[in-house]
């Protein structure tokens, strides 16, 4: 099931209920979008990385289970495909205009429920550009969980995982409040990232004081790393929220921090 959350013309935000994508890159909803004009702004599937699915909420290591797909890095042998890819089901879901509320399960391989998640998507126009927010609460119903990384798992510079955006721009100029590089922003607690390509850009933030984890080239995606340095961990009946809002416009704004103030508003008032 696909559901349209904003569109003029040809330009489009969606949101897919994963039904189709493979076992072997961890079924789970993800959204599409276009800047207003029309460019593309999400990848789905790309032939790099087959397991990265737009706009989604992707963890590579939940109590060994993988929610992000493909290969799973495994210290002292690296990346090797496993079987131990997790699902996440929609058990619920209610929409409005422009949003939409989900209550997901997450499982692992054998159907054990490792968290029970309430999501809220919002999309919104304005101003000459989309606005995403994504908010996620994820609770460990049945038992203690830990999230990892590959970079937790021996792998340094790769702790990727959280609500991840995958854009399909061959290369992008990156910019934060602390300075503009790839090597400045990754690993980054900047209030704001911005990332510029030819026709399009986007700018993210979080409240979660979570690290930026950012590639742009190679291929282009980012977000706030649930698991960098350490292990995160979960208590049975604890919840973690994750957010993560982007605004996508069709040329680089002059003032990413302007844009991404009226952004954070969005996520404070969140659900």
């Known amino acids: 099931m696909t559901v349209e959350l904003l569109r ?43 397991h990265h699915l737009g706009m989604s909420a992707a963890l590579p290591d939940v109590n060994g289970t993988s929610f992000w797909g493909g290969r799973t890095y495994v ?16 058990t619920g879901r209610e929409m409005h205009d422009g949003t939409v509320i989900e209550q997901v399960v997450w499982l692992d391989a054998q159907g054990v ?23 996620s609460r994820l609770t460990a119903l049945e038992q203690d969980v ?14 990727y995982g959280g609500l991840f955006w995958r854009a399909p721009f061959p290369v992008a100029r990156v910019r934060t409040a602390e300075g503009s590089g790839v090597d400045v922003a990754h690993g980054s607690l900047s209030p704001w990232i911005c990332l510029d390509a030819e026709h399009a850009s986007l700018v993210g933030v979080s409240t979660n004081g979570m690290p930026w984890f950012v590639r742009a080239e190679g291929y282009v995606g980012f977000g706030p790393a649930v698991a960098a340095d350490t292990r995160r961990y ?27 103030d009226r952004l954070l508003a969005g996520v404070r008032d969140a659900v």
């Open 113 to 135: 429920v490792l968290l029970d998640e309430e999501r809220t998507i919002t999309v919104s126009a304005g101003d000459g550009r989309w606005e995403v927010v994504w908010v």
């Open 234 to 260: 979960l208590g049975t009946g604890e919840t973690l929220r994750l957010d993560f809002a982007v605004a996508i416009m069709d040329r680089a704004p002059d003032d990413p921090a302007e844009v991404a």
């Open 146 to 159: 830990s999230f990892g990384s590959p970079q937790t798992n021996g792998r340094p510079g790769a702790f």
């Open 75 to 90: 210290r002292d042998r690296g990346s090797t495909m496993l079987d131990n890819h997790g699902t996440q089901r929609v």
């Open 8 to 50: 003029d013309a040809s330009a489009v935000v969606e949101y897919h209920d994963g039904t189709g994508v493979d076992a072997r890159l961890s079924p789970r909803p993800f959204l599409t979008a276009t800047t207003p004009l029309g460019t593309p702004a999400t990848q789905v599937e790309p032939e790099d990385h087959l």
